[in-house]
């Protein structure tokens, strides 16, 4: 073979070898490319609805990416109470019970206060007017009359001052001052002592009153018959009888001053 034949098949085979070898690189970079794009092609959907949903949904998908943050997502759900919450509410009711009683403890401790003052407040007064009564230094047996009358006829001559008192003696006819249960104040003005007593019979332990001819057991006044003179009639003296085994409270006077 000529040696011009033979340079040309040369070159002939060299630009086969070369075109191959440009062939074989166009088809892998076209393969690649057919791999890049195969999973979208193969996942497009196979009818029309399908289609309209595979796009609304990512529409939808698409705008709540766009859409901005508010801040971070909150449940819907509303809680649900558990073990926690139950004991939480139970804590709560116990507290507001033990307030409840603290306060009623507290208002049962101000009520016996006030209540102990009062009754303090009440025998602090008892006494002034015990006193009231008392203080005047007459202490007088009367002749030895009961404790709880001789009580009666000092107090009373702290209120009405400047009487003679008579007590234990003999009297004609039935008469409760042989027993010493009975006083005499002597006096020709005796409405005032009269009827002081009678107002606080009760207090005084008194049974009945005689003074200027008439006689008061408590029901009122009722006239009495003559006897014959002043004394017997009891026109100078106010007659005082008393109940056996009385306890006077003596600080009833107090009203009579």
Same mark, same amino acid.
């Given at each position: 073979?000529?040696? +011009? ?13 070369? /075109? ?21 092609? $193969? ?49 709560? $009711? ?10 009623? /403890? ?46 009666? +006829? ?8 400047? %009487? ?12 409760? %001052? ?36 008439? $006689? ?12 014959? +003179? ?6 100078? %003296?106010?007659? $005082? ?10 600080? /009833? ?5």
């Amino acid at each position: 073979m000529p040696e +011009g034949a033979v340079r040309g098949a040369s070159r002939h085979r060299s630009n086969g070898r070369s /075109a191959v070898r440009h062939g074989a690189v166009a088809a892998g970079l076209t393969g690649s490319a057919l791999a890049l794009v195969g999973p979208a092609v $193969i996942a497009l959907p196979d009818t029309a609805d399908e289609a309209a949903t595979t796009l609304e949904l990512s529409a939808q998908g698409a705008a709540l990416a766009d859409a901005p943050s508010a801040g971070p997502a909150r449940s819907a759900v509303a809680p649900v109470s558990g073990p926690s919450t139950g004991a939480a509410s139970a804590d709560l $009711i116990k507290a507001t019970e033990r307030d409840r009683a603290a306060d009623a /403890a507290v208002a049962r401790q101000a009520q016996a206060r006030a209540a102990e003052q009062q009754r303090a407040q009440q025998a602090a007064a008892e006494q002034e007017r015990t006193a009231s009564v008392t203080d005047c230094g007459a202490s007088s047996s009367y002749g030895g009359v009961a404790d709880s009358v001789q009580e009666v +006829g000092n107090a009373m001559e702290c209120v009405f001052p400047g %009487h003679d008192v008579l007590g234990v003696g003999s009297r004609g006819g039935q008469s409760d %001052h042989p027993g010493g249960y009975a006083l005499d104040f002597m006096t020709t003005d005796g409405d005032a002592i009269a009827d002081c007593v009678i107002d606080n019979k009760g207090d005084l332990g008194v049974e009945y009153v005689i003074w200027n001819q008439r $006689i008061n057991t408590g029901s009122g006044w009722e006239g009495m018959e003559d006897r014959g +003179g002043a004394t017997a009639n009891h026109e100078d %003296h106010v007659h $005082i009888s008393f109940e056996r085994g009385g306890s006077p409270d003596v600080s /009833a006077l107090r009203s009579c001053g």
